[in-house]
């Protein structure tokens, strides 16, 4: 599903560009990249991504976690989440969301591949059903 927009949302910039980077070699389109929760619901309304790529900690008073079930009930769009924070709390309350993956910091080319492509597959599945 090359040419999907993905919207990246990550506070630390430089790992935003890093992600950016490795999206459009992979052959995505990154539609946009935020930084808070709050940004990242604009920018959805803005440009109109495939699949949101999300960060759980982020600067600002909207964690990953809230800002995700507000882009999926408003938009009901999937969502990755590519974060650090594995620990059982954390993990448990991003579970809660329906995330469409999981994808731990540091991660390869490949995981970010598999996971959006699966999350975008099994997407399109339930827009056709």
């Known amino acids: 599903m090359k040419n999907s927009r993905i919207l990246v949302v990550e506070d630390e910039a430089i790992v935003a560009m890093v992600i950016k980077r490795r999206l459009k070699d992979l052959g995505y389109i990154v539609s946009g990249v935020a930084s808070t929760g709050k940004d990242a619901i604009t920018k959805v309304e803005g440009t109109f991504p495939d699949l949101v790529l999300?960060?759980?900690?982020?600067?600002?008073?909207?964690?990953?976690?809230?800002?995700?079930?507000?882009?999926?009930?408003?938009?009901?769009?999937?969502?990755v989440y590519l974060t650090a924070h594995s620990d059982d709390v954390t993990f448990k309350k991003a579970k809660e969301t329906d995330p469409d993956g999981y994808i731990l910091k540091p991660f390869t080319e490949k995981d970010l591949r598999t996971t959006i492509e699966i999350a975008l597959h099994k997407f399109q599945k339930e827009r056709e059903n």
């Open 54 to 79: 999300m960060d759980i900690r982020l600067k600002g008073d909207m964690d990953g976690i809230e800002a995700t079930k507000i882009i999926k009930d408003r938009f009901s769009l999937p969502v």
